[in-house]
């Protein structure tokens, strides 16, 4: 028998796996885990009660085109349903989106600090991701279309981004389109768009519905409660959204997902409260931990950045202090950002417990 063994395709090994956000600190007993962006709201009632009334149906198949979800959807949102599509998350639209439209050869473009995904979608693909450099930690529409060159065919835009949890106005994010060739698909992946309440902010929708190669990404994962469903959808021109039914799964969605997310979309005072919670622990979170000395972003997400340059503390010290005493937060080292720490936004106790818990470190 030959010894050889089955050869994936070149660059799948250059890969370095996706790892999310621990769930246990060094006790193995999680007071707060603060690592995924994960809403301290949990699911809307609503939400869950779709979920249980559903529970004698599963032993039927979902219905493959997501039809009763996507209407939900467009309703709540006032979107053609002729150009919305679910996904098993947004992240497997992001990957759809790739492998429809990139492959050896092509660039697959976005900023410094974006979305781990964009690379490995990239590289799964046999596309050669490519980053722009960016201005405080924020995205530079100027480096990105400097960036740009014959070989590119996708650009991915996480606005806000993750994980720096700034963004760029409406007229940066047109400005940047504008500067594009017609052939490039321009992704805006609005994962925390319902979080943004800034008059400048756009999620994206309009510039999707008014022009060919733009499409719009967003999520059930992060305000509405539902990571645990994988459930995402997508906004855009009608010849796009085509191809990703093409290369989608046929059952892409399940059931569960589908039930939940109807009754979840259309619970908007659920979304209402997540913002307000969100709102008020925002502004308390940035001001007493700048108030130790550490550097933290100007956040439109629910999470912060946490620079513990010049405070002569190591993030990687911190982190350990943190999850020692059962508080998770997220190392960003694999973001190119190593002094620095994510939190998302907990519960009230949560956050206080970690406030209390880095002013102890950083006075030790």
Request: proline share 5%.
């Amino acid at each position: 028998m030959s010894s050889l063994l089955p050869t994936p395709k070149p660059g799948i090994l250059d890969i370095t796996p996706y790892v999310g956000g621990k769930s246990t600190g060094g006790s193995g007993q999680t007071v707060a885990k603060l690592s995924s962006n994960e809403t301290p709201l949990g699911a809307s009632t609503k939400a869950k009660t779709a979920l249980k009334e559903m529970a004698d149906k599963l032993h039927l198949y979902p219905d493959g085109g997501s039809t009763a979800l996507i209407e939900a959807i467009a309703e709540v949102h006032k979107l053609p349903t002729d150009r919305l599509i679910c996904g098993n998350g947004s992240d497997e639209l992001l990957s759809l989106i790739t492998n429809a439209y990139a492959g050896p050869g092509d660039e697959v473009l976005f900023s410094q600090h974006g979305f781990l995904v964009y690379e490995l979608a990239a590289m799964a693909n046999g596309a050669t991701p490519v980053k722009a450099p960016e201005q405080n930690l924020t995205t530079d529409v100027d480096a990105l279309l400097a960036a740009v060159t014959d070989r590119t065919k996708i650009l991915f835009l996480a606005n806000p981004n993750n994980p720096t949890g700034t963004y760029i106005s409406a007229d940066e994010v047109a400005r940047l389109h504008a500067g594009l060739r017609s052939d490039i698909l321009l992704v805006l992946d609005a994962a925390y768009a319902e979080y943004v309440r800034k008059p400048d902010y756009e999620s994206g929708a309009k510039l999707v519905a008014e022009n060919d190669n733009v499409i719009m990404t967003r999520t059930f994962s992060k305000i509405y409660g539902l990571s645990a469903l994988r459930l995402g959808w997508a906004y855009g021109p009608s010849h796009v959204i085509d191809v990703l039914h093409r290369v989608r799964g046929p059952f892409n969605v399940n059931a569960a997902a589908h039930a939940a997310g109807i009754a979840a979309v259309k619970d908007q005072e659920f979304v209402e409260a997540a913002v307000a919670h969100n709102d008020k622990w925002i502004p308390i979170l940035t001001q007493s931990l700048r108030g130790m000395g550490l550097g933290v972003t100007d956040s439109v997400g629910n999470f912060i950045l946490i620079d513990f340059a010049g405070t002569g503390k190591e993030a990687s010290a911190a982190d350990q202090y943190l999850s020692d005493r059962g508080l998770i937060l997220r190392s960003v080292a694999s973001y190119g950002l190593p002094t620095c720490l994510r939190m998302s936004v907990g519960t009230d106790d949560e956050n206080r417990a970690v406030i209390d818990c880095l002013k102890e470190f950083l006075e030790a």
